[in-house]
């Protein structure tokens, strides 16, 4: 008797279906190990918890609306040598968001601000935050669009109910390069 029918029915019914994908590979693991059933249990639901947590960090990372794969990793620093790296490091943490802090990130045009603020949103989301990021150009929009339609209240509401909202002002104006002053180094402050 073959119990895998059974079995997949009843882990759909229990929303365990993820415990499929990878049900052959630990079962085969179990025997070749000689495991007990509780460690392969225990294997199958680990996966299916990772299985979770990867879906919703990619659910985050949707509704974040990145305008590309912007990391700390990928960020780089050398280019800015007045930049506090400590202080990056110390915003990646996103202690900033528990405690409802602000942060300002300032500079010319053309510096990283954007890649710095959209790294800092990719720590967050990956730390279970729900962040969202928009330039200041689509949030008025958006704004004004739920005004016209008399949801301005409700949209306003859900835009300050997520916890990191980064809004980026040079992209929206249409800065370039040369308009913008390389006199002022790009700097962190928190109001």
Known sequence: MNPLPELTSSLKQLRLSGILD?????????IDRKLAYTD???LLIQDEIARRDHRK???????????????LEGFDFDRLPNLNRA??????TC???????????????????SHLAQALGHAAARQGHDVLFMT?????GALRNAQAVGSYERRFQALAKVPL???DLCAARGYVERSCS????PGLSMP
């Open 22 to 30: 990878t049900l052959e590979a630990r079962n085969r693991e179990a």
């Open 40 to 42: 392969f249990l225990t």
């Open 57 to 71: 960090l990619d659910a985050r990372m949707r509704r974040a609306n990145f305008r590309g794969q912007k990391t």
């Open 87 to 92: 202080v990056v490091h110390d915003l990646a």
């Open 95 to 113: 202690r900033f968001i528990d405690e409802k802090v602000s942060v300002l990130i300032a500079g010319p045009c053309g510096t990283g601000k």
């Open 136 to 140: 200041q150009t689509r949030l008025l």
């Open 165 to 167: 909202l980064i809004i």
């Open 182 to 185: 390389k006199a002022n180094p």
